[in-house]
């Protein structure tokens, strides 16, 4: 469960685990994604979320490692306060690496909004989000800050867009350094 303020996720991974016949792929493991809201039936904005958490994944998970086979990862909102897109990333790369999978690199997701003076926010809230000019989710990879993914909502310039990607690979540094915190409590207490 990964929660930056006041969004919160559960994640749950599952495999990998024998696949169905139309979904295995004889070269690599089928990565399945799953977002269900807080309340209600998954909508259009739920699947195109699973769509870029889904590609975001399979750039780092090594499922060749594992063909014929399947991975659910099922990402569950449990509040949503701004932030969203980049809470799943986090809470998926934690599954990801709490399960044990492979992974060529770890990653992160950092959500920028561009406020209308053009200032910066990190982490914004669901109110400065509705204030923002532009939104802008980043995953990043711990190997060299590489983009994985970009998705923006709103306007902004393209220099404007590299300030944003600058400011979220400084912040990335900080959720990688929590990774590692995270990693050592759980490992130490056994």
Excluded: W
């Amino acid at each position: 469960s990964v929660s930056p303020g006041d969004t919160s996720v559960l994640a749950g991974l599952y495999g990998p685990a024998e696949a169905k016949l139309s979904k295995e792929l004889p070269d690599r493991a089928a990565l399945e994604v799953l977002l269900r809201p807080k309340v209600g039936l998954p909508g259009v904005l739920e699947r195109s979320r699973e769509q870029l958490l889904r590609q975001t994944c399979e750039a780092v998970v090594l499922g060749v490692l594992h063909p014929r086979t399947a991975i659910s990862l099922v990402l569950q909102v449990l509040s949503d306060a701004g932030s969203l897109l980049s809470c799943c990333l986090n809470a998926a790369c934690m599954a990801l690496l709490d399960a044990g999978l492979p992974l060529a690199a770890l990653f992160c997701g950092v959500t920028c909004a561009l406020q209308p003076d053009g200032t910066i926010l990190l982490d914004p809230t669901a109110r400065q989000e509705q204030d923002a000019r532009a939104i802008l989710t980043f995953a990043i990879a711990s190997s060299e800050r590489k983009v994985l993914m970009a998705t923006t909502k709103g306007s902004c310039s393209v220099e404007e867009m590299q300030q944003c990607l600058a400011a979220a690979q400084r912040a990335a540094n900080t959720i990688f350094q929590f990774y590692r915190d995270s990693v050592r409590r759980r490992y130490s207490k056994s």
